[in-house]
T-cell receptor, first 111, second 117 residues
Framework: DAKTTQPTSMDCAEGRAANLPCNHS???????VYWYRQIHSQGPQYIIH???NNETNEMASLIITEDRKSSTLILPHATLRDTAVYYCIVRSPLGNEKLTFGTGTRLTIIP | ETGVTQTPRHLVMGMTNKKSLKCEQH?????MYWYKQSAKKPLELMFV???????ENNSVPSRFSPECPNSSHLFLHLHTLQPEDSALYLCASSQDSGREISTDTQYFGPGTRLTVL
């Protein structure tokens, strides 16, 4: 039970911003939104996480709506190496709460 | 390079063999995890170790036996596996602060691609 809904696949042109949506309408007040990605045949890689406020790091930006029922991961200038499956995960902050991966969005960056 | 290494990267074994997967983390973390990723399925959590103690066994068959001798090393011992156990086995680690509110991030290794014949 992944608690999130993501499109199965998306394409984005190289150099453009990739915007990956995620719906989490049943999110609880203390649950965080995490994003991981998995490049083919590699282990998942942490990207970013947030609670209420928008977050930005060297990899991406995370925009969370005011009602927290959805969020968008933004890769500002997508490169071919960003082709991967992107997972949006809702997670309780309780210690050791496990990550529950869904099927994610397969993002393909097109030259 | 995430600081989590796994060996071997590829393993082919027969159903009667006994083998072990090894995971080592160089991040000073105190929690380690085994996940299984079968073809076209989401990642499934198998085991969690926190401070070397197993805190979660996600209904995994006994033919998979984990071992965590210290906080840096995690093993998965395999015996009498079935062909349906063929999958990518991923190890991860995190720093569990022990506080009720924790946002520890998990760092994954590259995985071991296991094929059971």
């Amino acid at each position: 039970d992944a608690k999130t809904t993501q499109p199965t696949s998306m394409d984005c042109a190289e150099g453009r911003a990739a915007n990956l949506p995620c719906n989490h309408s049943t999110i609880s007040g203390n649950e965080y939104v995490y994003w991981y990605r998995q490049i083919h045949s590699q282990g998942p890689q942490y990207i970013i996480h947030g609670l209420k406020n928008n977050e930005t790091n060297e990899m991406a930006s995370l925009i969370i709506t005011e009602d927290r029922k959805s969020s968008t991961l933004i890769l500002p200038h997508a490169t071919l190496r960003d082709t991967a499956v992107y997972y949006c995960i809702v997670r309780s902050p309780l210690g050791n709460e496990k990550l529950t991966f869904g099927t994610g969005t397969r993002l393909t960056i097109i030259p | 390079e995430t600081g989590v290494t796994q060996t071997p990267r590829h393993l082919v074994m027969g159903m009667t063999n006994k083998k072990s997967l090894k995971c080592e983390q160089h991040l000073g973390h105190n929690a380690m995890y085994w996940y299984k990723q079968s073809a076209k399925k989401p990642l499934e959590l198998m085991f969690v170790y926190n401070f070397k103690e197993q805190t979660e066994n996600n209904s995994v068959p006994s033919r998979f036996s984990p071992e965590c001798p210290n906080s840096s090393h995690l093993f998965l011992h395999l015996h009498t596996l079935q062909p349906e156990d063929s999958a990518l086995y991923l190890c991860a680690s995190s720093q569990d602060s022990g506080r009720e509110i924790s946002t520890d991030t998990q760092y994954f290794g590259p995985g071991t691609r296991l094929t059971v014949l």
